[in-house]
């Protein structure tokens, strides 16, 4: 009887001695950090820059990268993006929802223009990406406030 009562405790006891130790001699793994960093665009509003595989996948075979910028209600804007590389796309987000987008600006090429009037203020995403499948290259954007009439 006394037998039988030390197997069952000790059967208690195996299971959260070896996790014990497991947990103590596991190495240790951190989160990842940093997955998604927004890179702030310059105080002249420009870059140039490049697109890659290292950037992030579109889900549709091509790949974008992300810049913030602090925009004012009722500040009109002019986003420029240009590449001799790839067919350009830029979106102008804010909370993670679409404001605007353009694919192919006035001009005839695959470079894209917007221009849009800022209805709040706060921090805002531009994304440049590539349409469809195409990997990148280099690219040039500029943002432009620009001056009321």
């Known amino acids: 009887m006394m037998q039988n009562s030390l197997a ?9 001695a070896t996790l014990l130790i497991l947990a103590n001699t596991a190495p240790t793994v951190k989160a990842q950090e940093g997955l998604y960093n927004p890179i702030p665009l310059p105080a002249n509003g ?14 549709q075979g091509g790949f974008a990268r992300d810049y913030t910028i602090d925009l004012n209600a009722g500040d009109n804007i002019a986003i420029d993006l240009s590449s001799d590389n790839f067919d350009t796309i830029v979106t102008l987000m804010r909370n993670g929802v679409t404001v605007v987008e353009n694919d192919d600006g006035p001009d005839g090429t695959t470079n ?4 849009t009037r800022i209805k709040d203020s706060g921090k805002y995403i531009v ?17 432009t406030r620009l001056k009321p009439i």
């Open 8 to 16: 069952r405790v000790s059967r208690f006891l195996v299971f959260p």
């Open 46 to 59: 420009e870059v140039a820059d490049s697109l890659s595989e290292r950037d992030i996948p579109t889900g």
């Open 112 to 115: 894209s223009l917007l221009f």
């Open 127 to 143: 994304r440049v990406r590539a349409f469809g499948e195409t990997s990148g290259g280099t690219f040039k954007l500029k943002v």
